[in-house]
């Protein structure tokens, strides 16, 4: 890995972000072929969170966030920060006074492969965290890192500029040469459900819904009366 | 395993599923014997949910939702349903249409050993579930399992019919033919432990209401004024 | 490990302890040197308590809570119950009744190394815990185990009178004879602090705020305009 | 659960066990229609042992081994003892005396949800055990628990007499019922592959052997010479 | 993710690949700058095997071993395959039958994020596997994923070509455009070490030989004679 | 915690050093009154070796080994060394030249609550080590830790100079000022085992030899012949 901080991040079509952050992290990674999703032991630290943005990316140490300080002047209005870190670590890399620094720069939230602190305060800041753990463990500013060069965060390679799209089930990554693609197959998705929701209110069944009777028939499902009969 | 559906559930007596579903899991389990309690990882997706109902149980395959939909059409008014796995697994099995199917059918709730997405919309619902992971993994519908066969969920074996009672504290699965003396057992306790709750308040202390002194003079337990004296 | 209860426990100074309340544990952490925190599997059981006072620990065997109803009777106004374990456990060791039994002495809160039940109830009578699991599982009153000796829970090893400050960053213990140093520090960095934010807020970068862009030069930062100069 | 011991057990058919622990766990479990098998988490203490046998089955307490002792007057040449927990526990329940007593009465192992000691001590003796844990955490003899009612044992639901099949894949159970079937399909089983691997070693393709081609094209995968074809 | 098979992949150096097998993955891994390390659960089957080799590399479905099928007929003497998972599994995705045709192509050895079987027999044909887990549980072949395209696999990104290094201490993944030079501060590194181990056999302190001792008093560190003057 | 070297270290007795040593971790477990044990997920990084010394401890930041050198310089012939981290960690910061270095003092093996690497190295030279993983991450020398303070180390508390024993069953810490008398009651365990294990051997149930029956009786326990009785 070379120490180095890439300025110009080309960023996803901000209308399929808009239609991504509205359509929420499971329905856009159906859309994307079930495909980019993080690792779910990533949580928000606050429930109700719905977020989408061009990832500003960075790699950091276990341990050690000098290279968020260094991130924050690399953001722009609507950016989400993801940071992946070289080695597992839950420490509390990130805290109230870098959401601080952050917002004043209108990013909408972070996306971090290690720990949180001042959870407190950042919900009452409504500044949303995705993170591996929350710890208080303090950081070190020792050791370089990365900015805006392909991150591994939680198990999914994140491009600076790809959309990242993260709710109360987790967090996706539509790369950005497939936003605008993945959003109007999401969109579609969204308006079917719509219908479907109907249908299953009035009392339809899903196996009708979807003609899988002929199906789990061919595969061999059998019916009986009683426990004694299988 | 034969890949089947049992259409017959003998289920628990409705009488002793509403006491247990009053007192709750710790109770109820404590009334059992201190046995049938799911493993702590199974976790509400909300908080605040208390449910109790006979199992309608469902055995799948990792990452295969198949037979949660095969399931609904054996659910009744009031049922739980249980889904085992044959291997771990995380992703959401199970999310807002299917908890329409089953509310639409009058579903209590559902208890899963695997992951659940679509949580917001699900605390909207007031649907309650106990889940492995929140995951927004999508899952397909390829490989046959079975409904109401005995299925091993969190480390507990679970017959058709079975009282599963869920809240907080966790899942307790007590056996349809121990379910109207565990309610007895259950409610007396509740009774009991009401008048303890109110002599704890008045500064007793439990040493002495459940008489301890005696046992831990003889199991050798010693005062000693100072750390100097161990 | 003697089985032993030590009467007299020598406090922090209150003071001391009422300004680590009010600071908070990621504050307190950072003014002890970065050092004392439990691990961060210590979870706690609602959101928005923080506390600090002086421990009375507990060594416990696991599934066995026998020695914490030994303990409530060695509790004064203002403690914090800290339970250890002589092996990893998850079960339910803590609920309902033994906090109705602190509550009646004014112990402000439990951290324990195990599992906690009747979170629901916990909650509504707000008495807050810190714990590694919620579960039902019940206990058994079988072995010894010891009051007020020094613990390890969670990771950190804690001396009867020690200050154990909790908030929803997790646990940090500072030891007595450092409580007021500590508390000293702990103020000045939360004072520092306000300042920083509003910096911070007004559009400031911390890099500059720290003076960290010489560093980061000197570490051999290189900055470049795209991708294909890394 | 109701503290109690099952003298007569009836056990699944010899010759069946002699097949199941011939062909090993992998086959045994495709045999069985993968089914049956125990979480992977259970290890065996040392590589290279290959055992089936009848189980004897015991419900303990986390950290008490008094039904162990209870058991082994139950067991009879052959057989494998299996040992389920109530809760989650790593303490070390079983050791070089129990084994030398489970020995002298011909038993060929053990299974157990909970940890294991002296285990140089049991690979000198060739008395294989698999465990979830390695560790000399001493347990007591307090609380009882059952010998030979159904356990769930590392996932699965074990009925005494069932066949236990382990080796260095894990561990997997054989309903004593279906043992005779699932014998004659595993060894049918082991006999297709004895073929199918000498096709391998001569070059042939798995894709070819098992005609996938056309499958895979009907799902709709595409072969493309480049990257930058995809 | 497009259902995709990259026939042509550009291989990394040979030459680079021989030297990088040579030294290890702990001296490769500090030759990158400390990068590139798959994370610490992946653990070789059996102790011993060093290999290194250019990854041809495989997306598959969890529980799903399809496309490892596919994979093998793109295997070319000498390759390493790497296969990635679109959701954290365990199940045997891997056995002795497959071991057999990729070691009719000349095949080195596997690096999978699941779970492989027969380690019993992979051990006697001397076919080293990195895996997460051991587990007999088998598999479908159902859903298609990727052969050659990157993949993540334990927490680093792969790329079709780039060396992939595996001992005993892991697995560390050396891009293809990065090999030579690595492949040469390698060596360099190991030829260093070899005159420091002597040094150290005679004797020496690396606090010495290093010069450390000017760095941590600068830092602060204080040497005291005995615990009361801390 | 302040950065500091202790440099004289009052260590345990030789003599209940050497008997430690010889009767191994459980023995010695039991001995102390069931305590002391570290956690079972430190493991030996080969199988077979046993070891006790006087500890000499470390306490390291996560991922930084700079005080594990600065420690080598306060060991003498015998010693057993200790690391603990302020965080959790898994990086391999101790390998073949810090060992070398050690060997050189005489040192008899390391136990480290993070990550080890050249583990194959190590074998050969027969320097045991009890890790909590094995991994390649290689660290830094950044930030100051201490040397020779208590340190908690998997969960127990190691004073300099305590006895560290170490085997196959895990890691015990038996504090210097109870070394003698705990290596007396060991050393009487250990006999009074050889006449057990003869007895067990030629039959004998410990049912009998430990005069259970009665107990088990009083307790409650049920003998009935068959399932149905239950």
Known sequence: MKPVVVRNVKRADPDAVGTLEAVGVSTAHEALG???LMKP????IYAGAQIAGPAVTVLAQPGDNWMIHVAVEQCQKGDVLVVGCTADNTDGM???????????????GLVIDAGCRDVKTLKEMDFPVWSKAISAKGTVKATLGAVNIPVVCAGVNVEPGDVVVADDDGVV?????LAVETAQKAQKRKDDEDGKRKQLEAGALSLDMYNMREGLAKAGLRYVDNPEDV
């Open 34 to 36: 079930r495909f980019g």
């Open 94 to 108: 990130f805290g109230e006074l870098l959401a601080t620094g952050l917002r004043a720069r209108g990013v909408k």
């Open 173 to 177: 990554v539509v790369p950005k040469k």
């Open 41 to 44: 032991y990533l949580r928000p």
